[in-house]
């Protein structure tokens, strides 16, 4: 993906949380659905993702569809992209000072 042309990472810290809580074993669920008048919900180890982030994630490539659950919830997983998107990640989070950690987590 080109840099150039990419969107602008929404909410850095909390997209590099999820995905530092994903790896390569934990899936995002994706609870599809109008009929509760809420709408498609993202969930992480019972905790739901915004949806700003987890469509970036889609849309950009870094997690896929892997199937359904028994209780027909689509499993969304970390592609090969996505992996190496979150290992920069973690490199880039690791370089910073605790001031800068602190400004993005605040300021996105």
Do not use: C, H
């Amino acid at each position: 993906m080109d840099a150039s042309t990419s969107p602008p990472i929404p909410s850095r810290a909390q997209t590099l949380e999820v995905m530092r809580l994903m790896g390569r074993q934990r899936p995002m669920l994706m609870l599809l659905g109008d009929g509760d008048g809420f709408g498609t919900r993202w969930v992480l180890d019972g905790q739901e993702v915004p949806p700003g982030i987890a469509k970036y994630l889609m849309d950009a490539g870094f997690i896929a569809d892997s199937g359904a659950t028994e209780f027909a919830v689509r499993r969304l997983t970390l592609t090969d992209s996505g992996y190496r998107f979150r290992e920069n990640g973690v490199l880039w989070w690791s370089s910073l000072g605790f001031l800068e950690r602190l400004r993005i987590t605040i300021f996105g």
